[in-house]
């Protein structure tokens, strides 16, 4: 296959060590079964193989593979510990040719700027993708945010923003949720903007609908991961009632996507969150377990609950390996690695989470036979949506859910149809390196309109 000729790198990073060494966060549960690569590194493989194909010269791959602004900040706040600890928050902007900045906040200990600068390339190809009016952004804190209450939360979010106001704003950038960040999130978010500039409901996406949020927003990326299989389904020729689906994560886009696809008549076989991971050949009820979870269930407890006929706790590397149509990361980086993608038995992997694929692994992938939809097509329903969002604040008006879902899928069809027809004409490529390619000429494009230089 052309294209190929980059060493695909593969080394897995180990945890970083966290700041923080109160007993609170030290004594968190053990990460399960998710190797991570260097992010930007993969980002950086898969940009370099299309740019080679598009033949882009060196000093233009420079102007849009590096990012325009990055940002760390200290974060120091007094925990229910008494302890002050000191987190890091990072904003980073990677391109702004076709818009405003637009990327998620996450809140996770593993945090760090490598991570924070490739997910931030990565909406920069994504938003550009599916053809909206945004650049590419993304930002996080190193917090160990599933151990902090909402004071402690609400803390760390306003002192972030303080700190980092001066280059938001909703024609500047805008952020949204992401891993462990949620609408109460943005809403304080909007909140701590809005004291030092006025208030900007449009400053943040992925807010509360009392604030305005979108209706169909919160569902969103599960949504146009839904989407994505369609159009991939209806390429291969499977059927849902044929269509066995396993789920790795089961929070925004994990349970979302659940939710939707087993409306379509798909059967979830197994999914898995940082608690453990089950499987059901029966198929295991979302909404039930979507329930348990609100109930303060844990997600491997499930299957002594009632109603959870047939299901069994596995482990994490056996729920990677079951044979299914569709297998869909909704987790966090690095779950696909070369150590387990030859163990994987999926007609199709639809990226739900960002960068959940190493380049070593997407090879392998590719040479099973696993269609691969790309992170940067199948989970961009979320930033569609707060692209919806941010056109109704400008507007102050409020959709119905219905135009909401409507105008996705016709976005998402459009983009998965642009994406193919790529792909075909480029001799076959894979998905991933036809969306980049269409990605990198329209942001090469506005870069070149607007003569090369900076922007917000
Ligand atoms: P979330 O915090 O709501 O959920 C993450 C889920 O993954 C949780 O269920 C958690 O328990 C689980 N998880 C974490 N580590 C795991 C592991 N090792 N094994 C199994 N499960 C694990 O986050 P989210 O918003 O659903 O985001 C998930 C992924 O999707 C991330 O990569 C994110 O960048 C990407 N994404 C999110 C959005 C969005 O709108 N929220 C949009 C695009 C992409």
């Known amino acids: 296959m052309s294209g190929r000729g980059h060493h695909a790198p593969d080394t897995p990073v180990g945890r970083l060590p966290h700041p923080d060494k109160s007993p609170r966060v030290a004594n968190r549960a053990p990460h399960t079964g998710v190797a991570e690569t260097s992010s930007f590194d993969t980002v950086s493989h898969y940009f370099d193989v299309a740019a080679d194909r598009l033949g882009i010269p060196e000093d233009l791959r420079t102007v849009v593979r590096t990012a325009y602004r990055e940002i760390q900040v200290q974060i120091p706040v007094k925990l229910r510990d008494h302890g002050i600890h000191v987190f890091s928050g990072y904003r980073v902007q990677h391109n702004g040719a076709r818009g405003p900045f637009k990327g998620g906040i996450r809140y996770h200990e593993r945090v760090n700027l490598d991570e924070v600068r490739a997910l931030a390339a990565l909406m920069t190809w994504k938003t550009a993708i599916v053809n909206i009016p945004f650049g590419g952004a993304k930002g996080g804190v190193n917090c160990p945010a599933q151990d902090l209450d909402e004071t402690e939360l609400q803390l760390i979010t306003r002192s972030f923003v303080d700190k980092i106001a001066g280059v938001l704003g909703p024609t500047r950038d805008i952020p949204a ?205 979320g930033v569609v949506v707060s692209y919806f969002e941010w056109v109704q604040n400008l507007q102050h008006v409020s959709w119905e859910e219905r135009e909401v879902n409507d105008r996705l899928a016709k976005i998402m069809r459009r983009a998965y149809g642009e994406v193919q027809e790529r792909a075909k004409r480029g001799d076959l490529v894979p998905l991933r390196i036809a969306a980049y390619e269409l990605g990198i000429e329209r942001v090469l494009e506005a870069t070149r309109m607007r003569g090369y230089g900076g922007y917000a």
């Open 177 to 381: 949720p992401d891993v462990n960040t949620n609408a109460q999130v943005m809403a304080w978010m909007m909140d701590e903007y809005g004291k030092l500039h006025g208030d900007a409901p449009a400053v943040v996406t992925g807010k509360p609908i009392s604030l305005g949020g979108s209706r169909g927003r919160e569902s969103a990326t599960g949504r146009g991961v839904v989407c994505a299989y369609r159009e991939a389904a209806h390429a291969l020729g499977v059927r849902p009632d044929a269509t066995r689906v396993v789920i790795q994560g089961f929070g925004n886009v994990g349970s979302w996507a659940a939710r939707i696809i087993t409306q379509l008549g798909c059967r979830l076989i197994g999914v898995s969150d940082t608690t453990g991971a089950l499987h059901s050949q029966a198929g295991i009820d979302p909404e039930a377990l979507a329930r348990h979870l609100a109930e303060g269930g844990k997600l491997v407890d499930f299957a002594d609950a009632e109603g959870a006929i047939g299901v069994e706790a596995i482990t994490p590397s056996e729920l990677m390996g079951l044979e299914c149509e569709v297998l869909i990361p909704a987790a966090l980086g690095g779950a696909i690695h070369v150590a387990n993608a030859d163990s994987i038995r999926a007609r199709m992997v639809i990226e739900g989470a960002n960068n959940p694929t190493t380049p070593g692994a997407d090879e392998i992938l590719d040479a099973n036979g696993v269609l691969v939809i790309p992170d940067v097509l199948a989970n961009a329903g």
